[in-house]
């Protein structure tokens, strides 16, 4: 079925020929708006009355129709719209866009709308269809469109693909006045039948879409978005995201510190790192990211350079790139030997550079400076320059001298003008057929160039799914741990005992002792844990915990860090492994990083060295560092658990986990489960 449909799909957005069923000025907008593409084929009205539509002859019925058409814009009311697929299915259309609403967007208002939705996606068996409740699609390679209102695309040759399920949001990227050259729009609506993943599936298939923008409300179906990201990788067509919302994550029964910290979207930004697909976080940022990619492709590593004849700006981008990946790497030898014989000893030399107007109006001379910022250790390198609106040919010497690094050095290169609207379009245009990407703001080539950098080869394993039974039990503290502990988890040394018992009984461990009380999830609160307790001192403290039954456990020496690990259950995106610094300020430092199981040793590795903690695990100021293997084997042993009892498992938590130099122990434990 997979096949069949992305084969389908590849039919109805390039299509060779074209119907519209419906009257009204929507269907009409529709057929014009494939005149003014200069679509080639032919273009079928369908309506039972009009002789002719937006200048087209009409026909009667579907069945009247030449031939079985490609694609199909819909566009009669929702209840007429399923018997109208339904026809179009057994005619053997290729595929059709159903503009109409009030199907399961509307449930909230009209129960009867996903019945609807249902019939629909049953009356168009094997045929794909977009939507409900959508645009419909325009591709501006082939001029080919079913699209019912007014758009920015114009003819190109290649370009990037933009997916939304926002008919609207969709509208506002093509009037954007960047100079990006947009391939495809694509609205998914409800996507009653057909995903995004899916679509995008399709879209790879087109050797003339140089990269795919995806604006996302919700993944679905995880797997289909897997195999689209191996698949995109594989054809070297990199995606990014525009990921809104929050999943559909319930953590109203929740007890751990996890559950608190890995928010709602921590699953989808874990699922898209997973992925390789680089995240975005506004409109702009989408439009920029995708005009690099299309002009230069993914970068390799995150050492910028930026040169500018202003200190101003130099000290501007370098303030922005902080808290970013992005580093200014110093000017290598033989950078300052081409930078000092072209600007001569005046300048001062560094990364970032202010090379001052000795040179400016000198197309030669600027490029030979320009190029000098580039090299093997610079990944991507920028120019500042704003075009004024008075009278920006004065300025075609930057262009000029853009255009030429670009050709000589073959180096990325941009041109970024720090205010948006000061860099003109037809000059963007004109950057771009050259290879050098024209950046409207500064924050915008800082966060553009950080996401290219950012696209990766997806994870080859596939996420573990969970379980959907609702959790129903929480483990005593020892349980937990003697359940972790059989996958390889260290656990203190412990004994359990009564208040009644613990006078009498004896004590084979070594002091001083922990003593909590069982039956507890958060026992601090509760004051139900006392530490460093020596053995003359256990029975009277035992007496203050307040709990029937006590655990009792040696304590653990020689303490480097703590950590917080834990696993819970994400019904949108799989198991969310979260680690961060634990104890009981957890939740206060707020110092996580999360991954989707499942994961591998190098992964976790990676993790752990992004946190503010990571030092302390070194060994900081003198203090010994923890042993990072054991470490990594504490979270692939509570991995290994959660594995093998994925249907039923909810929430597993170790913190502290309890780092030293020489092991890693997990002193507290908690298991949520069916």
Same mark, same amino acid.
């Given at each position: ?16 020929? +074209? ?69 179009? @299915? ?70 990037? @693909?933009? &997916?939304?399920?926002?008919?609207? +949001? ?22 009653? $039948?057909?995903?995004? @993943? ?31 990201? $191996? ?20 953590? %109203? ?39 690099? #990619? ?54 001062? &030399? ?76 037809? +000059? ?27 696209? !990766? ?24 741990? $003697? ?9 203190? !040394? ?12 004896? +004590? ?42 006590? #655990? ?10 703590? #950590? ?96 030293? %130099? ?13």
């Amino acid at each position: 079925m997979e096949n069949h449909l992305t084969r389908d799909l590849n039919r109805l957005i390039r299509p060779k020929s +074209i119907a519209v069923v419906g009257g009204g000025n929507w269907c009409a907008d529709v057929i014009r708006q494939t005149d003014i593409m200069g679509f080639k084929g032919p273009v079928w009205p369908v309506h039972p009355k009009a002789r002719s539509v937006a200048g087209h002859k009409a026909f009667k019925k579907i069945t009247d129709l030449p031939a079985p058409p490609d694609a199909v814009f819909v566009g009669v009311n929702r209840h007429a719209t399923i018997g109208v697929v339904e026809q179009l @299915a057994k005619f053997g259309a290729g595929g059709a866009v159903c503009f109409a609403s009030g199907f399961s967007e509307a449930n909230a208002e009209d129960a009867i709308g996903s019945i609807l939705q249902d019939q629909l996606v049953t009356a168009a068996s094997g045929m794909p269809i977009l939507g409900p409740n959508c645009y419909g699609f325009i591709n501006a390679l082939d001029g080919a469109l079913l699209w019912p209102d007014q758009h920015g695309c114009k003819s190109v040759k290649r370009g990037v @693909a933009i &997916l939304t399920q926002s008919s609207n +949001i969709a509208i506002n990227l093509t009037m954007q006045k960047r100079g990006l050259p947009i391939a495809y729009t694509v609205t998914c609506g409800n996507m009653a $039948q057909t995903s995004q @993943a899916e679509i995008a599936a399709a879209l790879l298939d087109d050797a003339r879409v140089t990269a795919i923008g995806l604006h996302i409300e919700g993944f679905g179906d995880t797997s289909a978005w897997e195999k689209l990201a $191996q698949k995109a990788y594989a054809k070297k067509i990199p995606m990014i995201a525009l990921k809104v919302g929050a999943s559909d994550q319930a953590q %109203s029964a929740t007890i751990s510190h996890t559950a608190s910290l890995a928010g709602s979207d921590t699953g989808a930004e874990a699922l898209l790192k997973r992925l390789g697909i680089a995240r975005v976080k506004t409109l702009p940022d989408m439009l920029e990211t995708l005009k690099l #990619l299309h002009c230069l492709g993914p970068l390799q590593g995150t050492n910028i350079a930026s040169i500018s004849c202003s200190g101003g700006e130099a000290s501007l981008i370098a303030d922005m790139a902080m808290g970013s990946d992005l580093t200014f790497p110093p000017l290598s030898l033989e950078q300052q030997d081409i930078l000092r014989t072209t600007l001569g000893p005046m300048v001062a &030399l560094n990364n970032p550079l202010d090379y001052h107007t000795y040179i400016w109006r000198d197309p030669d001379a600027m490029s030979r400076a320009w190029a000098g910022m580039t090299g093997p250790n610079i990944d991507m390198t920028f120019t500042i320059v704003d075009y004024p609106k008075t009278d920006p040919k004065d300025w075609d010497c930057a262009t000029q001298a853009a255009l030429l690094v670009r050709k000589k050095t073959g180096a990325p290169f941009a041109v970024v003008a720090s205010i948006p609207e000061l860099m003109p379009e037809h +000059i963007a245009n004109k950057l771009i057929q050259g290879g050098v990407v024209p950046f409207n703001g500064l924050r915008e080539a800082i966060v553009a160039t950080q996401a290219a950098s950012n696209i !990766r080869h997806p994870a080859k394993a596939t996420l573990l799914k969970p379980g959907i039974t609702p959790a129903n039990q929480t483990l005593t503290e020892i349980r937990a741990k $003697q359940e972790i502990a059989r996958y390889g988890v260290c656990i203190p !040394r412990y004994q359990t005992a009564t208040q009644k018992s613990i006078l009498c009984q004896k +004590i084979d461990l070594h002091p001083p002792f922990a003593i909590k009380g069982i039956g507890l999830a958060h026992k601090s609160e509760y004051g139900a844990i006392l530490l460093s307790v020596p053995s003359e001192e256990l029975a009277q403290a035992a007496a203050t915990i307040g709990t029937p039954e006590l #655990l009792i456990e040696e304590m653990v020496s020689g303490s480097v860090v703590e #950590l917080l690990v834990g696993i819970i259950r994400d019904p949108a995106h799989g198991f969310i492994l979260t680690v961060g610094a634990g104890g009981i300020l957890s939740e206060v430092l707020k110092d996580t990083a999360s991954l989707l199981l499942p994961t591998t040793a190098a992964d976790i590795e990676a993790a752990l060295s992004t946190l503010n903690c990571f030092r302390l695990l070194q060994g900081y100021r003198g203090k010994p560092s923890a042993n990072l293997a054991s470490v990594v084997r504490a979270i692939l042993a509570l991995q290994s658990y959660v594995i093998a009892h994925a249907d039923t498992v909810s929430e597993v938590e170790i913190n502290p986990l309890i780092c030293t %130099s020489q092991e890693a122990i997990a002193a507290d434990a908690l298991i949520r489960k069916a």
